[in-house]
C-alpha cells in the first residue's frame, strides 16, 4: 500500500500545469473566505499563492471562472504558497475555456 500511495503521489507531481494569474475565492473546512491567486491549473490540481492558514489534508472549495466552484484536497501548503488535488477532475471540455479565463 506504500508503495501504491508513493506512486500516486509521483503522478500527482509530474501532472503538467499549465500557468495562470487569477486572483478568486478560496473557502476553508471552517467556511471562512481567503483570496488567493491560483498561478497553475490542471485538470487534477491547482496551486495557488495564498496567506491563509491551510493545512495538509483540508478540503477547500475553490471558486473558478467558467466551471464554477470546486472542492480540492490541500496536499501541501508552504511559505504562501498552497497546492492541491481537486476531488473531481475538472471538466475537459470546459478546461481550455476556464483556462483561457484565467490568463
Do not use: I
Amino acid at each position: 500500500m506504500v508503495a501504491r500511495s508513493a506512486m500516486m503521489a509521483y503522478e500527482d507531481r509530474v501532472e503538467p500545469r499549465d500557468e495562470t494569474l487569477c486572483r478568486t475565492w478560496l473557502f476553508d473546512a471552517a467556511g471562512a473566505r481567503h483570496a488567493v491567486t491560483v498561478v497553475n491549473l490542471s485538470l487534477n490540481g491547482f496551486m495557488a499563492r495564498s496567506d491563509a492558514p491551510l493545512a495538509s489534508g483540508e478540503r477547500v472549495v475553490l471558486t473558478l471562472p467558467v466551471v464554477g466552484d470546486r472542492t480540492a484536497e490541500v496536499r501541501w501548503s508552504l511559505g504562501g504558497r498552497v497546492g492541491a488535488k481537486f476531488a473531481q477532475e475538472l471538466p475537459a471540455a470546459l478546461y481550455p475555456c476556464a483556462l483561457a479565463a484565467m490568463r
